[in-house]
């Protein structure tokens, strides 16, 4: 089965990608690594999932906005490589958690991106990780991604 | 000398590698690069080190912190090359410091685990370095380490 | 015309490179790539940008320190490959942009940097990047930039 086949599969259709914010692109492929530029909940110019973890947004927000998320990142890898087939591993996830004092279950939140990684690719979707609880981000994006992929 | 003798002459035991908090794992490797995920001071489930510098903890005990779950990475990087005279350099320490507003010392912290990285892999533990203070870490976790390896 | 025409035509001069805070070094490379250590608005051990977005520092200071830390990570990027004619591609640049509560311009600031890299090294200077508030900086810098570069 297609990777596009499996999104079908699991109701997924990917957004069209996103643009960047400023004088930067969001991907740039070098050997076999495909770095991408740190993703946040946008769509249509519109940031969907702002604020802070432990202060207006529950986890389960969280891990809401780390999915969609994810989707916007994967619209960017099809868009990189031509088809989501070519990804031979998911390599790496950096997820930044906008997080209020006192809130410390961003494992928990970015389970939302790694778990629909996991489903999309199988075993090839199983990456590192690291969590970190960022002051603030971009936009007041509640979360933002940044995906290395071997492809 | 193997470096597993180096550890022995320093009276360093690796403990066992630690399991993933979530869906992603704790090494991969692409061509000549293993990345590991974000590691923090974790022994047995248990976390060793939380809080804050600049508030709860000092200096010394946030270093002691980086050391610490400096040991976690290696045990990790022995898992997964075998052996860690498979390790050629060293090549990127990220550390992120759970600080308090107005804690500026992360470089000091930090060097509780780059000190010891050099201690055990000579030149080839001498590594690029980013420090940074984190608003909130996973599990309250003092410090959190991801390595980037040539091996 | 090479890139250190292209820098006397801008009326750049770079600084001498900065010299490790701590047990690391400033630039290692694997294979294509040349990673280095996150970057502080420091000259002469002296840190020029103090201080927090949001607070202190308006967004143009911000992006002024942005631009004079991209100097100090060109000048590590000579030091390192010997000519900067040998960059193929920067790649990647991570900012970290100290930030009070509220303050979410984080992308703005960093175009400081980006945009010194596109006038440099033209299409070859297009990077990924991820842009992020911290809390805290080693010697409360107002800006930290990481870049990985292809050479």
């Given at each position: 089965m297609s990777i596009d086949q499996r999104l079908s599969?699991?109701?997924?259709?990917?957004p069209p990608p996103v643009q960047p914010l400023g004088s930067y692109c969001t991907a740039v492929q070098v050997g076999g690594l495909l770095f991408l530029s740190?993703?946040?909940?946008?769509?249509?110019?519109?940031?969907?999932?702002?604020?802070?973890?432990?202060?207006?947004?529950?986890?389960?927000?969280?891990?809401?906005?780390?999915?969609?998320t994810a989707l916007n990142c994967l619209a960017t890898i099809r868009a990189a490589l031509g088809f989501l087939d070519r990804v031979r591993r998911i390599v790496r996830l950096t997820g930044y958690v906008n997080s209020a004092a006192g809130f410390n279950q961003q494992a928990a939140v970015l389970n939302g991106a790694s778990d629909l990684l996991g489903a999309v690719f199988g075993e090839s979707g199983v990456h590192v990780r690291t969590a970190v609880g960022a002051a603030e981000l971009p936009g007041d994006a509640t979360i933002e991604l940044e995906l290395t992929v071997n492809g």
């Open positions: 599969q699991l109701s997924i259709e990917l740190g993703h946040v909940p946008v769509r249509d110019g519109k940031m969907e999932y702002v604020g802070q973890l432990g202060r207006e947004v529950t986890v389960e927000q969280g891990q809401a906005a780390a999915r969609f």
